[in-house]
């Protein structure tokens, strides 16, 4: 099994910000949830490769969650 995380970007509004370099600065575009506005919509999903049943995981009802990292329990089935 393998476990992924699938990340829509499409809340996210695009923002301008600056990049400054020691000879330069540029403004570039970017999507940047800003305080208060809407984040990524975070999913996470165990596929069996062998069979490719894929079961998506519960995380709860808020769907704007900061997912840092996941880690399998030593029996490798959690």
Wanted: proline letters at 5%.
């Amino acid at each position: 099994k393998i476990a992924f995380t699938k990340v829509d970007e499409s809340p996210v509004d695009v923002i301008t910000r600056s990049e400054i370099y020691a000879d330069d600065i540029k403004l570039i575009e970017q999507k940047y949830p800003k305080a208060g506005t809407p984040n990524v919509l975070v999913e996470l999903a165990i596929q069996d490769i062998n069979s490719g049943d894929r079961t998506w995981v519960d995380l709860g009802k808020d769907k704007d969650i900061y997912f840092a990292r996941g880690k399998w329990m030593p029996n490798s089935t959690t």
